[in-house]
């Protein structure tokens, strides 16, 4: 009666919304999906066939040449060692650069000193700092270490770049956390690291989620740090994919370059299915307490 | 022997003194509270016997140990927060066995120590529970039990009561009484609550902008205040402040009141040979409610008492005792009646006035002027 002008107009404004939210995710799906069909066909097909039309049989032979036996560059061994690269990479920058901005919120939040809030005032240009800027002294740095094209010398300068991140999300989360809990263990009896350890650590869960995914992608997307410090043997997948991609030997491989960028993003794409729940939680969670 | 001395303790955050030098000595097995409204010091004195903040000046000391720079850890403090401040990802049992942990405590005895507190506190039957699945008192109690089981040197107590509703605070309070008496454990106790200083220390030290108004026994603070602040902040209702005048002799001092028939009655002064050189000046009377009640038969002898015809603007029974809104002198005065005698709004009654514990203060400055 008095309702129903008010539930057509709702409705309709309900209905618009799921069309611009289908038109978006339709805009976003669209290039994977093409990926995707692109990369069941054989080059016969991609040449005679329509872009969007569906592959006639489920062909997996771009995705084995892919990863086994297509040539980036001089060599013809597929993705694979660079993927595992990445692996070696990622793992050790994500789990230090965490641990490191864990312990830097701890101090930032709990044990302040003179000059603390500038030094997280200083750690917070560090992150928005362009890449760019960093790149020649970083490779001057690595040089004198020893480190240059060398799979510890990338570890580090992810180390460096990411911990500045890492110790924002981890102070805004500690910062929400009842100050009382860190003085009742000093009054146990407890130190500065049995405190981290034992008490302030466990209950980080959400805030190390959001950090791994974040640092995760970040790095195992990263191509430019990659193609600048990385040597023959060290490169990550993003710039093996690259050099798949610009590598022709007569026609284009259209279907491998789509199998090979498909491998490349899988990684990311199954942490955030994974975890990506909790990322959006851990996010919320600091930003409200914060 | 001292448990706690605060020797001239100062502190200072760079814009003026939040403490401006306490000196407070307590011995073993006493209980301190520290009491004052918000903004007092309180506080910020129970975390520097905590360590948990630093001195600007003066010294603390336990027994006859300087502990003014000593970490928290090394203190031998056990402290029970308002909010708690249970570790939300350890049992119960994990909780109260923290401290024996850190200390390195063989596993089989912080097994016993556990098992001693939570009869104490008789949590048996929450050990293995989360603190997140407890109730507001249960948490007071495992929060206690945590300070027990280390079996410290002095408990700290930061307003333990505050957060619990008002039924549990009275039986929480019975409680951590019952704990002391039977423990003989030296506490220090923060809170606003005169009430709980009343009836759970030995000693209160009375605060206000950072200074110890007053450091006694309840009894002394009741009935013997250093001046008007804390003879209006213990009790309640709370003491009455009646503008009156002195006159009489020398010998035999009194105060002026008007009562409710527009006469002028003299009430004689406990203290008439601290008064005698403030006759003929204005000061404040201070009297408590329960001074001012029905005619009672085996008080009339008393020469400190006199019948007094007042108004009674409002009545509030209780069922114990009926709160009578008087007046006197221009001033609204509270009067604590026996619940049987009859008092009507409006009208005047023949109230009985016993000056015996009655205090003067100085007008302008607050401060006792009749001892």
Redesign the interface.
């Known amino acids: 009666m008095v309702e129903a002008p008010m539930t057509v107009t709702r409705r309709a404004a309900r209905l618009g919304l799921y069309a611009i939210l289908a038109a978006v995710a339709f805009i976003y799906l669209m290039p994977v999906w093409v990926m995707l069909i692109t990369s069941l066909k054989d080059v016969e097909e991609i040449r005679s066939g329509n872009l969007l039309s569906l592959p006639s049989s489920l062909n997996f032979d771009a995705w084995v040449t892919a990863w086994g036996s297509a040539c980036a560059g001089s060599s013809c061994e597929g993705i694979s060692s660079y993927f595992w690269n990445s692996f070696q990479i990622v793992i050790p920058a994500v789990i230090i650069s965490t641990l490191l901005g864990a312990l830097n919120g701890y101090v930032l939040s709990f044990w302040r000193f003179r000059g603390s809030e500038l030094m997280f005032g200083l750690l917070l240009v560090g992150c928005f700092i362009p890449l760019q800027v960093i790149l020649l002294p970083m490779a001057r740095t690595l040089a004198f270490f020893g480190l240059a094209n060398s799979t510890p010398g990338l570890v580090l300068v992810h180390v460096i770049v990411g911990t500045g991140f890492t110790t924002m999300f981890f102070r805004n989360f500690y910062i929400g956390l ?1 100050q ?2 860190i ?9 500065f690291f ?1 405190i981290f350890r ?2 302030v650590l ?2 980080s869960t959400p805030i190390i989620v959001v950090t791994v995914i974040w640092q995760f992608t970040q790095i195992w997307n990263d191509f430019l740090l990659g193609i600048v410090y990385s040597g023959a043997e060290t490169q990550p997948v993003t710039v093996a994919l690259n050099n798949l991609v610009n590598t022709s030997f007569g026609g284009k491989q259209y279907n491998v370059d789509m199998a090979a960028a498909l491998i490349a993003a899988l990684p990311t794409l199954i942490v955030y299915m994974v975890a990506g729940k909790y990322f959006v939680k851990g996010l919320t969670a600091g930003a409200v307490k914060g | 022997m001292a448990a706690l001395t605060i020797e001239n303790a100062v502190k200072n955050y760079g814009q003026g003194d939040i403490l401006k030098g306490i000196n407070i000595s307590i011995e073993s097995g006493e209980f301190l509270i520290l009491v004052g409204p918000s903004g007092c010091g309180k506080s910020t004195l129970m975390n520097m016997i905590a360590g948990l903040e630093t001195v600007t000046s003066g010294r603390i000391l336990m027994g006859d140990d300087d502990v003014t720079n000593v970490q928290p850890k090394d203190r031998d403090i056990a402290m029970v927060f308002q909010s708690y401040a249970l570790y939300p990802n350890m049992s119960v049992a994990e909780n109260i066995a923290f401290g024996l942990e850190i200390r390195k405590v063989p596993k089989h005895e912080r097994a016993q120590e556990v098992e001693r507190v939570a009869k104490l506190l008789q949590i048996e039957h929450l050990l293995d529970r989360k603190p997140g699945q407890l109730s507001g008192g249960q948490r007071q109690r495992v929060a206690m039990g945590r300070a027990l089981a280390r079996r410290p040197r002095l408990y700290l107590f930061d307003e333990p009561l505050s957060n619990l509703d008002a039924k549990l605070r009275v039986e929480m309070r019975t409680e951590i009484k019952k704990l002391h008496q039977n423990l003989g454990t030296t506490i220090v106790y923060v809170t606003h609550d005169q009430i709980e200083a009343m009836t759970l220390a030995d000693r209160i030290a009375v605060m206000k902008d950072g200074i110890v108004q007053q450091f006694g026994t309840p009894q002394e603070i009741y009935n013997d205040p250093n001046n008007q602040f804390v003879a209006g902040f213990m009790g309640s209702p709370a003491m009455n402040f009646i503008p009156a005048k002195l006159a009489g002799t020398a010998a035999a001092v009194t105060v002026e009141v008007t009562d409710a028939n527009g006469a002028v009655q003299q009430l004689p002064v406990p203290n008439s040979a601290a008064l005698a050189s403030q006759i003929g000046n204005e000061v404040v009377l201070g009297l408590r409610p329960e001074k001012i009640t029905e005619p009672l038969p085996h008080k009339e002898a008393d020469p400190m008492v006199t019948h007094l015809p007042m108004k009674v603007l409002v009545t509030e029974p209780t069922g114990a005792d009926t709160m009578v809104v008087s007046e006197l002198n221009g001033t609204q005065v509270d009067c604590r009646l026996g619940p049987r005698f009859d008092v009507t709004p409006g009208a005047a009654a023949d109230l009985m006035v016993d000056m015996s514990l009655a205090v003067f203060f100085d007008k302008a400055t607050g401060e006792r002027i009749d001892r």
Do not use: Y
């Open positions: 009842p009382e809990l003085k009742a263990a000093k009054l146990d009896g407890a130190g049995f034992r008490v466990p209950l």
